[in-house]
């Protein structure tokens, strides 16, 4: 994408500028005691942004233009060698499909900075990019044809029940039976995890990266808070500039007992600190307060100013209302459990509740992510390595995300259509009713005063949409097939 | 049941003994200024109990003897027509089938007096009293065939969706259009109360019987307090020899707006005062304070010492360990949402819901109550107005019933079955596991050092149980079909 001619690029808007050069011969560390970055100006607009040593010799620094037009740029370092190189950048058109990076829109959704709105249908597979050529590969084939376009997944290994493999690199330097270097990043680790991460936005697909976890036996999760902060600044300084990035701090941050609340609060400000673009930051819980309905004490508070959006692992997502009243910010459901039949609670949940928590969440406006969990006789399982795709719910998940495309942004709407049924919609305008498993045989509906509506009844199991005969005004009674897992979409018959 | 022989009567032990007299010719009101009771002796014992009057001049007093052997009574008046009448009552051996009063045994379980277990499967028709000759007896002949033991049934009769019908017979003299005497009962509706209630007991059901409710466009939900108290008086003088009484003083009581928590501690108090045989005593629930995780002001508290066993209306039976812990009482979940395809949303859970209700309040050593609405041509909804049951749970429940009979009574087991499942068991000698809607594919289970058990295969739903091969112990695998709504028993092996 960036052809040099004396120093002048070309980048497309978003797209991702790299500008390298050699840096001096040194005895000490490269990583830690090389200053390199980069000035972006453009008219009055100036953007910092930090780079990276990338091995060999190599410094690297990396940008992704939000505005079309002239920039130039100029290196700032300690070392005579990088210090002032400068060039001009031009940003051009962005190609087809390439709408920049994803925002927060509307106070509970999102759209890419183009504007186009982007509603996201994510995925787990939190190691997928620790398992090796061949498994990654025929993970991105299968993310290729499913309807996922968002990923949540690790920087980290992980260690837990499956996941006992060794990666095949590791982020530092060292080894599990020397220790780490942790001052010493090794690059091809870091080069590796952007090969995916670009992959991933050649499908369109976000990358919703965990930065830390609890599953650990490699003492990734026991850094100490220099080498904690040492880490995010060298992966923002590589990553920030993939416009398909969103910073989750954290995967199950509760389970990381090193940590206390004010390291999370750190990490949050390093990161909308160092990211010149800003891109979405989350924090993901293991605990369920409300559960035993006690208090807050183990909840990230998602109010916090640097949070842009709520990530929750939840099982129950009647609970969507409520968050987003408390929090103002888009509600996303990381883990609600998973299509499978493993041995673990939260991995053995049927493709009909999958799709239900999908239905139930999208209804009443937040996002819901999808997981799968099915015994296999190489533990393969989609959840933690990628592969394939074995379960029933993602095709009721495209087809979910096929309606939806043609839906408003969904929010509370004063209609009561009973605590049975999720709903959302636009007032006046728009509803839409998810039954769930309750299967009414008809339903009577306060619709608004002097305003005709039809109605489509969904069977969101078996994916057929057939539209009710007549129009529906005021108080109307609506007859139903008395089976789970349907739905309603009511729409305002504009006047002619 | 009872003969007479110059005022030398015989009854079996807890069965119904009844003295009747003429009263005094009067101008006043034999209902409020007519005192008749009688004091019952057998040894060093005296149990002093209300009668009442029962129209046409004559005073009745009603007794349930719990104790074999012989028995004075002489009556107790403020007149002296009805002052000081004497007799003997031999209580014998009780019938076969006849168990007594159900009693609360074992902190969170129940028993009849004589120590018989009693598990209640209960169900919901909550005015099936009210609705004349031909329901009501079809209704008594679906209960025979069913597998309940218990009945939430109301005093007063029922103005709702669905129940917009007269009853033949109101509690007071007067009429919805001229108003109601609330000082002068009406005998023939407490007959009519009177004689389904005994049909109840000739089937070995309990009457769950609701004393307030708010669903009401008479006035009996609005009565004064003087009015409150003395229907609750004649209520206890007339129905508390029944020994399948159970007083639920409301269903939904914080409904009931004009009421406070002072007048439902009344209540409790005069029940508690006047119900010589300690009736269980309950009060049922609206509000579910934990849905939002917000204070419990709607909710009673259960741990006042009145309150024998906790009634609770409630979708979510994963909080039965917690009330249980909470309130140290039986729980018994009287409204969990009922089987069918009604228009409300507490009223069209399918039958693998309702069975799952069952299992999973049983398993975590609850109980649950069974209900069923299903629209009908005629709007008679099992739910309220009996009639036929045309679900799939009750087979299912049965099922349960008979499984149960066999198992000891339900505690919390300090074994970790997992959260996704419902356990109880006695520890180190039985489990019950319920996986519900969860379908590992296999489980491993950590038994108790040193025992071996059997492990039977319960299918819930297709009622089928299969013992597994073989003997388990230690941490130990067990595979299952990976298909929902299962359970696993484990018995300890007795050594020979």
Redesign the interface.
């Known amino acids: 994408m960036t052809q040099q001619l004396k120093n002048v690029f070309e980048t497309e808007q978003w797209g991702r500028f790299e500008f390298r050069c050699k840096g001096p011969e040194m005895m000490g560390n490269p990583f830690t005691e090389v200053r390199f970055a980069a000035r972006f100006e453009s008219g009055e607009r100036m953007v910092e942004v930090d780079g990276f040593y990338d091995g060999d010799g190599e410094y690297c620094v990396r940008f992704m233009p939000d505005t079309l037009g002239k920039w130039t740029f100029e290196t700032v370092s300690n070392r005579t060698e990088l210090q002032g190189i400068s060039g001009r950048l031009n940003c051009v058109e962005p190609a087809q499909g390439n709408h920049g990076p994803v925002r927060v829109d509307n106070t509970y959704h999102f759209a890419y900075a183009d504007g186009t709105p982007y509603q996201p249908f994510g995925t787990t597979c939190y190691v997928w990019n620790h398992q090796g050529e061949h498994l990654e590969e025929q993970t991105l084939a299968s993310l290729r044809q499913s309807p996922f376009n968002k990923i949540r997944m690790c920087v980290f290994p992980k260690h837990y029940d499956y996941n006992l493999n060794e990666p095949e690199l590791y982020p530092f330097e060292g080894s599990l039976d020397d220790g780490w270097n942790f001052n010493t990043f090794e690059p091809a680790f870091w080069q590796h995890l952007e090969q995916r991460i670009q992959q991933l936005q050649d499908l369109g697909i976000e990358a919703d990266l965990i930065l830390f976890h609890p599953y650990d036996r490699w003492g990734f999760s026991r850094m100490s808070p220099e080498t904690d902060d040492l880490y995010l600044q060298y992966a923002i300084a590589r990553l920030s500039s993939f416009r398909n990035i969103w910073w989750s701090l954290a995967n199950e941050f509760d389970l990381m007992r090193e940590k206390s609340m004010s390291d999370w609060d750190r990490f949050f400000q390093i990161i909308q600190d160092r990211d010149a673009y800003q891109h979405l930051r989350s924090i993901h819980n293991w605990h369920n307060?409300?559960?035993?309905?006690r208090s807050n004490e183990h909840w990230y508070d998602h109010n916090k100013p640097w949070v842009t959006h709520v990530s929750i692992q939840h099982h129950d997502l009647?609970f969507v209302p409520?968050w987003r009243e408390q929090y103002g910010k888009p509600i996303v459901v990381d883990e609600c459990r998973y299509e499978g039949?493993?041995?673990?609670?939260?991995g053995?949940?049927?493709a009909e509740?999958m799709t239900e928590c999908f239905w139930k969440g999208m209804a009443f406006g937040g996002y819901v992510t999808h997981g799968e969990t099915y015994?296999h006789p190489d533990n393969i399982i989609w959840w933690s390595h990628g592969g394939e795709l074995h379960g029933q719910s993602p095709d009721r998940i495209q087809f979910l995300r096929n309606l939806m495309k043609d839906m408003p942004q969904l929010g509370a709407t004063p209609i009561n259509f009973?605590?049975?049924?999720a709903a959302g919609g636009i007032d006046q305008q728009f509803y839409l009713v998810y039954f769930g498993?309750?299967?009414?045989?008809?339903?009577?509906f306060n619709l608004p005063e002097g305003k005709r509506f039809e109605i489509s009844l969904i069977d969101t199991w078996n994916m057929t949409v057939s539209q009710l005969d007549g129009e529906f005004e005021g108080d109307c009674r609506v007859d139903l097939p008395?089976v789970?897992y349907l739905a309603l979409i009511f729409k305002k018959i504009e006047s002619i």
Chains 1, 2 share one sequence.
């Open positions: 307060p409300e559960i035993h309905y009647n409520e039949n493993l041995n673990h609670g939260w053995n949940i049927t509740a015994v009973k605590w049975d049924a498993q309750s299967r009414p045989a008809f339903r009577t008395a789970p």
